[in-house]
């Protein structure tokens, strides 16, 4: 068993100032993991290592996790621009930093751990579960933690239940007070667009808008494919971009099919008209917490996959309840995929089942416009297009450097019933 030390003693009884304080930190954890390596016993102060069984101990403001000793530990203080990503086992401690180097996008879930400072004192301990998404969040006194997890529900709980934040005590996770919705052509725009793994902070959207060609943003409000944290992706922050001119695509990463381009780490479709249903209802309570409200466009995520007779029926099903689902709670119905897959899918079945009302197609061709051979031309008209034509570019304006995906947007203003 391999032990850290918790890196913000909750108290210490010598008087230190906080930088020497996080040199000794550093120190005992440099020496904890040296003597581990060396097979030495651990150091006095320090939890018992016992024999190896496999495991590590991370404690973390008043808590001890006890998690496989295969994942990683990443000190968000030490590390800022380390990425918080789900799609990989390990715990990120700390608050994420204001520019992560995260990959354009990161897609699937699997068991990972977020730990950071509460924001807020507490006024009791809670722990809720959204297993839509498959997530469970535990707040304390002094901690908040996202807790992520894909096929081994029961380890995360296991852990979580080891650190005293009980799961099998988790609520439902309840809807988040609904801030007053922004006016619907928030998800409307005609021009270039980019989309980054995780919401980038103010001043790099401020940086951006002033000398980026960019004025609309592709968000990934949930699902449980969704790779990155969102640590800054709050209602407010929707607000502060909308009201400096930035205009938004909301994707929702939700099951996808199995042998598709996500990959072994995401979640597939298995029960595709529930999935579907359940996957609208988890994005418009996700939607609305940002603003986002009746009228705006959500776009369900459908990475590439090998087309076959039984796949196509398994996407198409999916994608007919996501749509029926999102008119009835009154938005509009969004999709991405590949022309290679979805649109090609789509386009064959368009008689036969029930067509997003935009269409987002992804074909990396470097053309900044809405057509494609794919597409005839009589679907998908009056401005219900976007084209994502470049992806995992790296860019730089006004100093700030993100990884992106480029698309051309043409998408028109919400004119009534979806």
Same mark, same amino acid.
């Given at each position: 068993?391999?032990?850290?030390?918790?890196?913000?003693?909750?108290?210490?009884?010598?008087?230190?100032?906080?930088?020497?304080?996080?040199?000794?930190?550093?120190?005992? !954890?440099?020496?904890?993991?040296?003597?581990?390596?060396?097979?030495?016993?651990?150091?006095?102060?320090?939890?018992?290592?016992?024999?190896?069984?496999?495991?590590?101990?991370?404690?973390?403001?008043?808590? +001890?996790?006890?998690?496989?000793?295969?994942?990683?530990?990443?000190?968000?203080?030490?590390?800022?621009?380390?990425?918080?990503?789900?799609?990989?086992?390990?715990?990120?401690?700390?608050?994420?930093?204001?520019?992560?180097?995260?990959?354009?996008?990161? @897609?699937?879930? +699997?068991?990972?751990?977020?730990?950071?400072?509460?924001?807020?004192?507490?006024?009791?301990?809670?722990?809720?579960?959204?297993? +839509?998404?498959?997530?469970?969040?535990?707040?304390?006194?002094?901690?908040?933690?996202?807790?992520?997890?894909?096929?081994?529900?029961?380890?995360?709980?296991?852990?979580?239940?080891?650190?005293?934040?009980?799961?099998?005590?988790?609520?439902?996770?309840?809807?988040?007070?609904?801030?007053?919705?922004?006016?619907?052509?928030?998800?409307?725009?005609?021009?270039?667009?980019?989309?980054?793994?995780?919401?980038?902070?103010?001043?790099?959207?401020?940086?951006?808008?002033?000398?980026?060609?960019?004025?609309?943003?592709?968000?990934?409000?949930?699902?449980?494919?969704?790779?990155?944290?969102?640590?800054?992706?709050?209602?407010?922050?929707?607000?502060?971009?909308?009201?400096?001119?930035?205009?938004?695509?909301?994707?929702?990463?939700?099951?996808?099919?199995?042998?598709?381009?996500?990959?072994?780490?995401?979640?597939?479709?298995?029960?595709?008209?529930?999935?579907?249903?359940?996957?609208?209802?988890?994005?418009?309570?996700?939607?609305?917490?940002?603003?986002?409200?009746?009228?705006?466009? $959500?776009?369900?995520?459908?990475?590439?996959?090998?087309?076959?007779?039984?796949?196509?029926?398994?996407?198409?099903?999916?994608?007919?309840?996501?749509?029926?689902? @999102?008119?009835?709670?009154?938005?509009?119905?969004?999709?991405?995929?590949?022309?290679?897959? /979805?649109?090609?899918? /789509?386009? &064959?079945?368009?008689?036969?089942?029930?067509?997003?009302?935009?269409?987002?197609?992804?074909?990396?061709?470097?053309? &900044?416009?809405?057509?494609? !051979?794919? /597409?005839? !031309?009589?679907?998908?008209?009056?401005?219900?297009?976007?084209?994502?034509?470049?992806?995992?570019?790296?860019?730089?304006?006004?100093?700030?450097?993100?990884?992106?995906?480029?698309?051309? $947007?043409?998408?028109?203003?919400?004119?009534?019933?979806?």
């Amino acid at each position: 068993m391999r032990t850290i030390p918790d890196p913000l003693p909750p108290r210490s009884p010598f008087p230190r100032t906080r930088s020497a304080a996080r040199r000794t930190v550093r120190t005992l !954890a440099a020496l904890t993991a040296t003597l581990a390596a060396l097979g030495a016993a651990a150091p006095a102060g320090a939890a018992p290592a016992g024999a190896d069984d496999g495991s590590t101990r991370i404690s973390y403001r008043g808590h +001890t996790f006890t998690v496989p000793a295969g994942w990683r530990v990443v000190d968000l203080e030490q590390n800022p621009t380390a990425c918080v990503r789900f799609d990989r086992h390990a715990v990120y401690l700390g608050t994420p930093g204001e520019r992560q180097d995260c990959p354009a996008r990161v @897609l699937g879930r +699997t068991e990972a751990l977020l730990l950071q400072p509460a924001q807020a004192v507490a006024s009791e301990r809670s722990v809720t579960e959204n297993s +839509t998404s498959r997530t469970y969040r535990a707040t304390d006194e002094r901690i908040t933690v996202t807790a992520a997890y894909g096929r081994d529900r029961a380890a995360i709980r296991r852990i979580l239940d080891g650190a005293g934040l009980s799961a099998g005590a988790a609520r439902v996770e309840p809807s988040a007070a609904v801030p007053a919705p922004l006016p619907a052509d928030a998800t409307s725009y005609r021009g270039r667009g980019f989309d980054a793994c995780t919401a980038p902070s103010q001043s790099s959207m401020d940086a951006w808008k002033d000398d980026s060609p960019y004025s609309a943003v592709g968000i990934y409000i949930g699902g449980v494919n969704r790779g990155c944290s969102q640590a800054r992706l709050t209602a407010q922050w929707v607000r502060n971009q909308y009201a400096g001119g930035w205009r938004f695509l909301p994707f929702y990463v939700g099951p996808q099919p199995a042998g598709g381009s996500c990959g072994s780490a995401c979640t597939t479709l298995t029960s595709p008209t529930a999935q579907g249903a359940a996957a609208a209802d988890d994005a418009v309570r996700q939607a609305a917490a940002l603003g986002l409200g009746k009228g705006t466009v $959500l776009y369900n995520d459908i990475e590439a996959y090998p087309r076959s007779t039984a796949v196509t029926t398994e996407v198409l099903t999916y994608l007919k309840a996501w749509t029926e689902r @999102l008119h009835t709670l009154g938005y509009r119905s969004g999709a991405y995929g590949s022309t290679a897959s /979805l649109v090609t899918d /789509l386009v &064959a079945h368009e008689g036969t089942t029930t067509l997003p009302d935009v269409l987002h197609f992804a074909h990396w061709n470097d053309q &900044a416009n809405t057509t494609d !051979a794919t /597409l005839p !031309a009589r679907l998908w008209a009056d401005h219900r297009r976007v084209h994502q034509y470049a992806g995992n570019h790296t860019e730089t304006y006004g100093g700030v450097t993100i990884n992106i995906d480029r698309n051309q $947007l043409d998408v028109g203003p919400f004119t009534g019933t979806p």
